[in-house]
């Protein structure tokens, strides 16, 4: 079973700067739940009980944010606001524990998921990268728990993307599809489009074999002299294989402002307080558009 998930959680938010300056990026609010708690629930739905968040020096907050707050909670009973008490005390789904790693250094992504090593131990694990905000039912990690349970081995989450921009992922270079999956004999971080293997880019959602460990420890640098993750998946194919599963559901780049303006509209026009004054508002600002 896939019990454990790593969300690396260290960077510095540099393309959403100054909103990130202090507040952790994955804490920005999207209506009212940061991303962060987004891909914890995603997690706990997919069946994952224990949460590694892999930190920096200065993102406490992260961890707080999951943590009790005795203080608001004493306040919010003593005034009889039990929706809003539950909503505090719900930010950590039951069942679900949340433990931290430091990384020391800003290495790359290969580098915070092997700083998780200790917590995950040998067993199958899930990456989320929360920057990538995935809405649909059921949530994209639970469709891939369940064709991990199919297919073992590495398993990403893909989706296709315009040729200009197959120099921002890693790209699958793919054997064959069927249905929704894609077999892979490899991957390709940031290919020029000129020499990508495929348009099937690979988001933030990963289910792992350990065997990624072995390679990340090495500490081989790849592109932008970072260790990469997808060098060590690439490295690990022949043991264990790799497929790409085209998810179900609608993703959001929240670590740039359009996608992060995109996700916030999308989830108001959804949220039941919200979504009536945002659709007025909207096609209020469209008529004003027209004149």
Request: proline share 7%; charged share 25%; hydrophobic share 45%.
């Amino acid at each position: 079973m896939v019990r454990k998930a790593v969300l690396p959680v260290a960077g510095l938010g540099t393309r959403v700067l100054p909103a990130t300056k202090v507040l952790p990026k994955e804490l920005l609010p999207v209506v009212d739940k940061p991303l962060i708690q987004y891909a914890v629930e995603e997690a706990a739905e997919a069946g994952i009980t224990e949460i590694v968040l892999v930190t920096a020096k200065g993102k406490e907050l992260l961890a707080d944010h999951f943590d009790t707050a005795p203080e608001l909670e004493r306040q919010l009973e003593a005034r009889g606001k039990a929706q809003l008490l539950e909503i505090v005390r719900s930010t950590c789904p039951k069942g679900v524990s949340v433990t931290t790693v430091r990384q020391p250094a800003p290495l790359g992504l290969g580098h915070a998921v092997w700083c998780a090593r200790p917590v995950v131990g040998d067993e199958p694990f899930a990456v989320l990268l929360p920057d990538d905000l995935i809405f649909g039912k059921p949530g994209c990690l639970k469709q891939m728990v369940e064709q991990w349970r199919e297919t073992r081995g590495h398993l990403v989450a893909v989706e296709n993307v315009p040729l200009s921009q197959v120099d921002r992922y890693g790209i699958l270079d793919v054997i064959e599809e069927v249905g929704s999956l894609a077999r892979a004999r490899g991957m390709v971080e940031k290919p020029k489009p000129d020499e990508a293997p495929s348009t099937l880019s690979v988001i933030g959602r990963y289910i792992l074999e350990p065997v990624v460990f072995d390679f990340l420890e090495r500490r081989h640098k790849g592109q932008g002299g970072e260790i990469q993750l997808t060098d060590a998946i690439a490295a690990t194919i022949a043991q264990v294989g790799l497929s790409g599963l085209r998810f179900a559901g609608t993703r959001y780049d929240c670590g740039n402002k359009a996608g992060y303006v995109a996700a916030i509209v999308d989830a108001a026009l959804a949220h039941p307080e919200t979504a009536a004054a945002l659709s007025a508002h909207l096609a209020a600002l469209s008529g004003r558009r027209v004149a």
